[in-house]
């Protein structure tokens, strides 16, 4: 075998059809497997690995794939050429009876077999006639020696096809043909009794009526018909590579059945250790984002998920100088090497990397110019990676690459997965750091957590803080070094509106107060849309009635409090809340870990 031969065989491509791939959240029915799906699903709180939270959380129990036969792994490879008007027929009347027939962004074409079918090379033209190249073998579909399907083209656009055979007894073109794709007829969604929609062909429902399974079947599926594409090959270096292109009819319906705020999922049992590629068109997310949907993907070991409407994506559409629909999304997921070097590490002294940094990267391209979309706007999305093999997660926290550093960024664990919650930047990868020693407070707990995330640095739990040192900690505990100036961490804090509400003097230097670091915390659940997990207090009392010095609360103070105390955020120092005393680093640890476990940025320790 030649080395092209060879090297052509290695770098193969297989298409692969997704079934039963993307659901959404919040469902109470039976899915295709028997497993319910779990109701008002919190797409942070991760419970297992990627399968494992999409299975109980977004409702996916039979997600599969299946390998599809392709005609272009025996075809041989030729350049298209240009020209077809004048093109030399073929004598073998078989090569004369190709036939094409449109459907939803698909060309079947049919033939009967010729006698030498190997020989023969499918191209097509997107211009009328006139300009020919080989149709790839990523975009052919259900090939048999009289018939195949073409996928992945464009509703409304004419496409002209012909067979091209360069070698044996038979030596020209066939006839040529053309078809226009053309999308199915959706009617409009109609309210029921129960005020949910049903699809007019749903998927098998549970025992109540009101709620369906609203599985969107990527290929051959009742609702959308073909809702993705899967293309796998392997890079020059033996790493397998996939491309999952996003159909926008099948996203659109999907949003369409989704609740407000559900995440659409698409899972990839199928791959592992695969450098990952995502795409789809701008155009694609504007109903997911007047939806406030997610849109989630993930494989074997990693995965993202991200807030449709706060994707930066008009930023970037502005760079371009187009509109956001008119522009390609492309995601790269892929392994990154570890940068190193004393100023790469300075804002995490201490830490040492542990397993692999992956970057996670958005490009918004339109025509030949392509720019990074920079996240997402006061949001946070997941990335997940894998927990490298006996790692003490308990010691692990997370970084992320922000203008020429590592800085850090909350990580939560599941089962052999890494949830890191971001608010954009590249690349990420886990630490380890080391515990403290024990001090004898009541806030150990919380210290040595702090420290294992990168929040606590090398600060004395007893030092009084001022409002710069309480806002650098809050930037690390919550990952928003991308909103500073670089600067100053009260800037940072004062950019993603966390200082919002708070007195003009308490939002310069100067000595912080218990009442303020409580209010900051609490602005930013309510800026990064973050719901506070409410247990509640023993007493069931406010926090006007729960401390008898609770009139030293300020009046401007007094909701963020309240809301605070019944998150559980605080319980007092002594029967007290002491609200204008100065803050310390302890009890600021304290608070930030406590926001990280009620917001689902950090994980409740159970020993």
């Keep these: 075998m030649s080395k092209k031969k060879n090297a052509a065989r290695k770098n193969s491509k297989k298409k692969v059809i997704l079934r039963s791939a993307v659901l959404t959240t919040g469902l109470t029915a039976q899915l295709l497997s028997g497993a319910p799906a779990i109701s008002n699903a919190d797409p ?20 599969y794939a ?12 030729h350049e298209g050429e240009t020209g077809g008007g004048g093109s030399p027929g073929i004598e073998d009347p078989a090569w004369q009876s190709l ?11 049919d033939y009967t077999k010729p006698e030498n079918i190997n020989d023969g090379v499918l191209e ?7 300009t020919f190249i080989k149709v790839p073998q990523s975009s052919i579909s259900k090939f048999t020696h009289s018939s195949l399907t073409v996928i992945g083209l464009t509703n409304g656009q004419t496409y002209h096809f012909r067979f091209k055979v360069t070698k044996g007894s038979h030596v020209g073109y066939s006839n040529l043909v053309k078809a226009t794709p053309t999308g199915p007829l959706v009617s409009a969604p109609a309210d029921n009794s129960s005020g949910s929609f049903v699809p007019a062909n749903p998927a098998p429902s549970a025992a109540s009526a009101e709620e369906s399974i609203q599985v969107l079947a990527v290929s051959a599926g009742d609702l959308t018909g073909r809702s993705a594409s899967l293309i796998r090959s392997t890079g020059q270096n033996g790493t397998p590579r996939a491309e999952l292109r996003l159909n926008a009819e099948g996203l659109t319906l999907a949003s369409q059945q989704a609740k407000r705020g559900e995440t659409l999922a698409y899972r990839l049992p199928q791959l592992k250790a695969a450098d990952m590629q995502i795409v789809f068109d701008g155009k694609t997310l504007a109903p997911l984002a007047n939806n406030t949907n997610k849109l ?18 008009g930023q970037a559409a502005e760079r371009l100088g187009v509109s956001s629909d008119q522009v390609q999304i492309r995601i790269q997921i892929e392994k990154s090497a570890v940068l190193t070097g004393e100023a790469a590490w300075s804002k995490v002294a201490g830490a040492v990397p542990i397993g692999n940094a992956y970057t996670f990267r958005m490009l918004a391209s339109s025509g030949t110019k392509a720019t990074e979309i920079t996240g997402y706007d006061k949001r946070y999305g997941q990335q997940m990676i894998p927990i490298p093999d006996g790692a003490d997660t308990s010691r692990l926290g997370a970084v992320m690459w922000v203008d020429g550093k590592y800085v850090p960024i909350p990580v939560t664990f599941k089962d052999g997965q890494a949830v890191l919650h971001t608010t954009g930047g590249n690349p990420v990868l886990l630490v380890r750091y080391e515990l403290p020693a024990a ?10 957590e702090a420290s294992v995330k990168g929040i606590l ?15 650098r900690m809050t930037v690390r505990a919550l990952g928003l070094e991308a909103y500073g100036s670089g600067t100053s961490s009260l800037s940072a804090l004062r950019s ?4 919002d509400g708070l007195p003009d003097n308490a939002q310069t230097g100067g000595a912080i107060t218990r009442e303020e670091m409580i209010a900051i915390l609490v602005n930013a659940s309510r800026q990064f849309d973050l719901p506070l997990d409410t247990p509640g207090t023993s007493s069931g009392k406010s926090a006007q009635d729960a401390f008898p010095d609770s009139g030293s609360i300020s009046d401007w103070a007094s909701s963020y409090v309240e809301a605070a105390y019944a998150a559980g955020l605080f319980q007092g120092d002594r029967g007290q809340i002491v609200a204008q005393r100065q803050g310390t680093t302890g009890e600021a640890a304290a608070l930030l870990v406590n926001l990280l476990h009620r917001t689902g940025l950090g994980d409740v320790s159970t020993k």
């Excluded at 299946?66 to 490879?77: G, H, K, S, V």
């Design 44 to 63: 942070a709180a991760y419970d297992g690995d990627s399968f494992t939270y999409l299975s109980q959380y977004l409702g996916i129990g039979a997600a």
């Design 66 to 77: 299946e390998t599809i036969d392709n005609p272009n792994a025996q075809l041989e490879e």
């Design 99 to 109: 036939k094409a027939q449109a459907g939803d962004t698909t060309v079947t074409l």
């Design 124 to 130: 097509i033209s997107q211009d009328g006639g006139t």
């Design 296 to 313: 989630s993907v993930s494989t074997v070991d990693v995965g993202i998920a991200f807030p449709v409407d706060r994707l930066r994506l």
């Design 439 to 448: 001090s004898g407070k009541w806030f150990d707990s919380a210290l040595g």
């Design 457 to 471: 640095e090398e600060r004395e739990p007893s030092a009084a803080l001022d409002r710069e040192s309480f806002a």
């Design 496 to 499: 993603a509106g966390l200082l």
